[in-house]
T-cell receptor, first 109, second 113 residues
Framework: GQNIDQPTEMTATEGAIVQINCTYQ??????LFWYQQHAGEAPTFLSY??LDGLEEKGRFSSFLSRSKGYSYLLLKELQMKDSASYLC??????????WGAGTKLIIKP | EADIYQTPRYLVIGTGKKITLECSQT?????MYWYQQDPGMELHLIHY???????EKGDLSSESTVSRIRTEHFPLTLESARPSHTSQYLC????????????FGEGSRLTVL
């Protein structure tokens, strides 16, 4: 079957750095997405990786290793507004999105 | 101003009622999706459409129907609501191509008593 694994919850301190991991086992791979979802709101797009390596976008970076079935989202200079759930999703061989359950990130002052 | 509109935002309804959740978009995207999401859980695909008169079933489609008569509208209908349908329903669109990101509406939170 197809599977996306992320930690359920993480806690970090304002101003610090946090890395949220995602491992996947899917039938084929056509890219990996990260979305941010604040409580009670809709997900919003953060990043898309299809090639191995690191993609940097401001305070957020996303890394992909296709051979290891692994990705991480790196958040730097954490702010209170970064408290949210972070969803990992993989496009399989049929271009269908397989979603992880999300990682709830709690930022403490 | 939102480009994807979902109504109602919140609905409390009794068992056995027929309900339609509306989704409209002004982005001109051909691809549209309906997802169901429970708190702390992954999104589950209910139905999707690649354009007018095109609809496909997802993983949780058996108790609902959709239509796509116009590009802008993609309503989701539950013929007979049950307490197990209590959830958040998210509508999303996608630009042309297979790898574009999804744009989500604000969701419809349904409670069936």
């Amino acid at each position: 079957g197809q599977n996306i694994d992320q930690p359920t919850e993480m806690t970090a301190t304002e101003g610090a750095i946090v890395q949220i991991n995602c491992t996947y086992q899917t039938s084929g791979f056509n890219g990996l997405f990260w979305y941010q979802q604040h409580a009670g709101e809709a997900p919003t797009f953060l990043s898309y990786n299809v090639l191995d390596g690191l993609e940097e976008k401001g305070r957020f970076s996303s890394f992909l290793s296709r051979s290891k079935g692994y990705s991480y989202l790196l958040l730097k200079e954490l702010q209170m507004k970064d408290s949210a759930s972070y969803l990992c999703a993989v496009l399989d061989s049929n271009y269908q999105l397989i979603w992880g359950a999300g990682t709830k990130l709690i930022i403490k002052p | 101003e939102a480009d994807i509109y979902q109504t109602p935002r919140y609905l409390v309804i009794g068992t056995g009622k027929k309900i339609t959740l509306e989704c409209s978009q002004t982005m001109g995207h051909d691809k549209m999706y309906w997802y169901q999401q429970d708190p702390g859980m992954e999104l589950h695909l209910i139905h999707y459409s690649y354009g007018v008169n095109s609809t496909e079933k997802g993983d949780l489609s058996s108790e609902s129907t959709v239509s796509r008569i116009r590009t802008e509208h993609f309503p989701l209908t539950l013929e007979s609501a049950r307490p197990s349908h209590t959830s958040q329903y998210l509508c999303a669109t996608q630009r042309a191509g297979d790898t574009g990101e999804l744009f989500f509406g604000e969701g419809s939170r349904l409670t069936v008593l």
